[in-house]
């Protein structure tokens, strides 16, 4: 009898409905977000704003069980809106109205930007609820501090990778204006996490054997990382490849093809980025005792469930683009 060159997982019921339900209600999503991702302006900018707020409640919400007052889950909700949304007014009060749109009235942002004062703020007041309240400790106060500050520069990096095309980055090269070809260098970024993580799942039930880290992701498996890991780079580097040789640069003098060895090394990252984004927030649930940070996305669990690779990706891609740009004259 001849050996199998491949051995195929069985797939149970249980895992075919969990991906049923997984892909209709990405498919909703889908549907709904995308449209405002192609949209940009306000558009875009008012649904990351909803999502920025259910992710706000769903990283405060996990310590609910401890029971602390009421005005630490308020302080913190309206500080990590400043946090996220600094950026925004920093640019208003530099710039008045001009340094927030450009000369086409289309929204820019060209850097990320934390707020030192607010941040202070946030760490004081934190640690004198500590010190006030017994059911809420250093260890709550550093978890909050931390999550609320990545969440905030993961989110501005959302909007940064979404509106920077427009902006001055691109060497005043704003693309006529054209709304979905400024969503492109996003779009990018989306592809590369998240055909890591559909990648993985995918090669995970078929083939994963062995464990990567049972004790954060009981499931996740090295042949998902592996297969996940190709399969990201493959279609995030052809995507900004085809795009380029039909004129359309994901950033005009930075990602482009004169520098198409940029575009390399951020596809080569991204894979790796999303899978430790996973297994960061996998590890805080571990420690709180939780699935999901919540149950609105069935399948999925919660936005954080969601988008928590997405965030670290984004960011990473963020600084690398910013720290291209920085040194864009030593760029071959």
Not at 201 to 210: E, R, V
Request: hydrophobic share 55%; net charge neutral; proline share 2%.
């Amino acid at each position: 009898m001849k050996k199998k060159i491949i051995d195929v997982n069985e797939i149970s019921d249980a895992t075919k409905k969990s991906f049923r339900i997984r892909t209709i209600t990405a498919i909703i999503l889908a549907i709904i977000f995308i449209p405002c991702v192609f949209l940009g302006d306000w558009f875009f900018a008012g649904a990351m704003m909803l999502i920025s707020f259910v992710a706000f409640y769903e990283f405060i919400n996990i310590l609910a069980l401890k029971k602390f007052p009421i005005v630490i889950d308020i302080f913190v909700f309206i500080m990590s809106i400043i946090l996220t949304y600094w950026v925004w007014f920093k640019q208003l009060i530099e710039y008045d109205s001009s340094g927030l749109v450009n000369a086409s009235g289309h929204i820019i942002i060209e850097s990320i930007s934390i707020s030192t004062l607010a941040l202070i703020t946030l760490m004081l007041i934190l640690f004198m609820f500590a010190l006030m309240y017994t059911r809420f400790d250093v260890t709550d106060t550093c978890y909050l501090v931390v999550m609320s500050l990545l969440i905030s520069l993961g989110f501005q990096s959302f909007f940064f990778l979404r509106f920077a095309p427009m902006s001055s980055l691109s060497g005043e090269y704003d693309y006529g204006g054209n709304q979905v070809y400024s969503s492109l260098l996003f779009l990018y970024v989306v592809i590369g996490s998240f055909m890591s993580d559909i990648g993985a799942y995918a090669t995970g039930i078929l083939f994963g054997k062995h464990k990567m880290n049972p004790r954060i992701s009981p499931k996740k498996t090295w042949e998902g990382f592996v297969g996940g890991c190709i399969i990201s780079f493959i279609c995030s580097f052809v995507y900004a490849m085809v795009l380029d040789a039909n004129g359309i640069p994901l950033l005009k003098s930075v990602l482009d093809i004169e520098h198409w060895y940029l575009i390399l090394i951020i596809s080569l990252i991204m894979p790796f980025v999303s899978v430790l984004g996973d297994l960061l927030f996998s590890a805080i649930k571990r420690f709180y005792n939780k699935k999901d940070f919540s149950n609105v996305l069935p399948g999925h669990g919660g936005v954080l469930d969601r988008i928590d690779s997405l965030l670290v990706t984004c960011l990473v891609v963020t600084l690398l683009i910013l720290t291209f740009t920085f040194y864009r004259g030593l760029l071959i």
